[in-house]
């Protein structure tokens, strides 16, 4: 029987190892983690990460066949299939600052396996790394060796955060890459016999090690680049009066482009797009491609653009000014169904605010005060390395924040409501309630384009949506960009 063990127990490693125990309960299936608090967490029952339908996962087999530790190194000489799940941050000092991608925790992981085993092992890529990753991780392990031999296979992932459990039950497909020799092949069809447990076969997609490598980077950019597009026919929209969510509908009616992902907003975020892209334009740039890296690059252009963008208009609708006023913030996480913050566009819009002297007032259903104060005070790119470097007791606690557990809390006393995630409970609030405690004129700027904006007019409101046809309170203010 397969032995599995996983280093890294975050977004990925958790509820990837989780799916694959649930579904392979011959297999026993071990996470690691160098963080002693994630583990106890995932030995909970207050899972560390958020996850519709991921406690009940978790539930059926912990204890069965999976289990969480932070004995990295008795599980991993264990193993007969090593996943490294690391985070693979964007380098923020040295060569390539702020755009390559630091394999630190990967090279060190991959030493520490070369360290502890004593049995031939596959070693599977499931961080998303930088293209070629899996030929200098073969130098590690060959170079330390000592005579047991390995096979790299990458398999990146491809879940959403959000809908993690799903994706993983039925994933569009499943992508693994080996060397094109008898054992890569052979390695190949042990991870593939894993997978065709419960994933059809013929959405498990075999190809060579690099175009596995490349195509996690390339998904990530197209899909960032589906975002960033749109979001640049907003900024059109509203100088034009078209409404954005006709125009995406108009277009994702033709086949060749669909209807998924064409939803305007105040910006993507998470650990990955702007991560991988960064990462995509370092690689081009590294192997002599400067236009390519360029044309990447604007898909981050544009989404920082339309973040400012945000910022602008909230304070020139009032007045240019947001000194003093309190801005009551709904939704702090990156996208709804998730605690994830990491890149968050709430991040920048609360200091684009703060950097105006507003009053911010923020609730999330799932992201704690903690994490706010951690984010705001936090450097960029320092989210994903390890905690005890972030700065903690900052720029953020002296700040002119407020973390509230309610929503009508948040807005008592605001002059403006800005929406920046698009929590389904959003949509139901109670506006009327929350108009008659804010100040007057009262502003409502959906991010999310989630709210009815004649609805909300009707009670009183001045309403910003993204894209959609500006009021002539509005037209009379025009954002400078
Ligand atoms: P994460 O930061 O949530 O988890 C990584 C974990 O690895 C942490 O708990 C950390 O303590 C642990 N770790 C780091 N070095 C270690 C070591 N030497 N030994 C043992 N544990 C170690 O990261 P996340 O989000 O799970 O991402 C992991 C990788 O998967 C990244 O490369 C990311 O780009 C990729 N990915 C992430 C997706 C997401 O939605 N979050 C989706 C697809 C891929």
């Known amino acids: ?45 207050r899972l560390p990460i958020y996850e519709p339908g991921l406690d009940d996962v978790v539930k059926r087999c912990r204890g069965r066949n999976l289990f969480f530790s932070t004995d990295v190194e008795r599980y991993v000489g264990e193993a007969d299939v090593v996943f490294v799940s690391v985070n693979t941050p964007t380098k923020t000092r040295g060569l390539g600052a702020g755009k390559a991608a630091d394999l630190t925790y990967w090279e060190s992981a991959a030493r520490m396996i070369a360290d502890v085993s004593r049995s031939d092992k596959i070693v599977v890529e499931k961080s998303t790394v930088p293209v070629k990753t899996a030929e200098a991780i073969e130098k590690i392990l060959a170079h330390n060796g000592r005579g047991v031999r390995y096979q790299i296979l990458s398999n990146p992932e491809f879940l959403a955060e959000g809908t993690a459990v799903r994706d993983l039950f039925a994933p569009d497909r499943v992508l693994i890459g080996g060397r094109e020799t008898p054992e890569g092949q052979a390695a190949v069809k042990v991870l593939k016999g894993v997978y065709a447990r419960w994933v059809p076969e013929d959405r498990i997609i075999t190809t060579n090690l690099w175009s596995a490598e490349l195509s996690k980077l390339a998904a990530n950019a197209f899909l960032a680049q589906r975002i960033s597009s749109v979001n640049a026919i907003s900024a059109l929209c509203e100088a034009t009066g078209a409404d954005v969510a006709e125009v995406a509908c108009s277009i994702g009616k033709d086949s060749r482009i669909g209807p998924r992902f064409l939803s305007a907003s105040v910006g993507f975020g998470g650990s990955c797009f702007q991560k991988d892209i960064l990462n995509l334009v370092y690689i081009c740039e590294c192997y002599g491609l400067p236009e390519v890296a360029e ?3 604007q898909v981050i252009g544009i989404n920082d653009y339309q973040k400012s963008r945000f910022v602008n208009r909230v304070v020139s609708s009032m007045f240019n000014t947001v000194a003093g006023k309190k801005v009551a913030v709904l939704g702090f996480a990156f996208k709804k169904d998730t605690g994830d913050t990491r890149e968050t566009p709430a991040i920048d819009v609360c200091r684009g605010l703060l950097g105006d002297k507003a009053v911010v007032s923020i609730y999330d259903p799932q992201v704690t005060e903690e994490q706010v104060r951690r984010d705001l005070a936090m450097r960029k790119f320092d989210w994903d390395h390890p905690r005890h470097l972030q700065p903690v007791g900052e720029p953020g606690d002296q700040q002119p924040v407020a973390v509230t557990t309610d929503a009508y809390e948040a807005a008592r006393d605001a002059h403006a409501v800005c929406i920046l995630t698009e929590w389904e409970d959003f949509r139901s609030l109670d506006y009327r309630r929350m108009y008659d ?26 309403v910003y949506a ?16």
Not at 24 to 34: H, L
Not at 466 to 481: N, S
Request: glycine share 8%; proline share 7%; with cysteine.
């Open 437 to 462: 405690v804010m100040q007057k004129p009262a502003f409502v700027f959906d991010g999310r384009n989630i709210v009815d904006p004649e609805k909300l007019r009707d009670i009183g409101f001045i």
């Open 1 to 45: 029987m397969v032995k599995i063990c996983c280093i890294g127990a975050g977004y990925v490693g958790g509820p990837t190892m989780a799916v694959i125990a649930l579904k392979c309960p011959d297999v026993e299936v071990v996470v690691v983690d160098i963080s002693e608090a994630r583990i106890a967490g995932w030995n909970s029952d």
């Open 466 to 481: 993204i894209g959609k046809p500006l009021d002539q309170w509005l037209k009379d203010m025009p954002a400078v960009a």
């Open 295 to 297: 044309y990447w690059r």
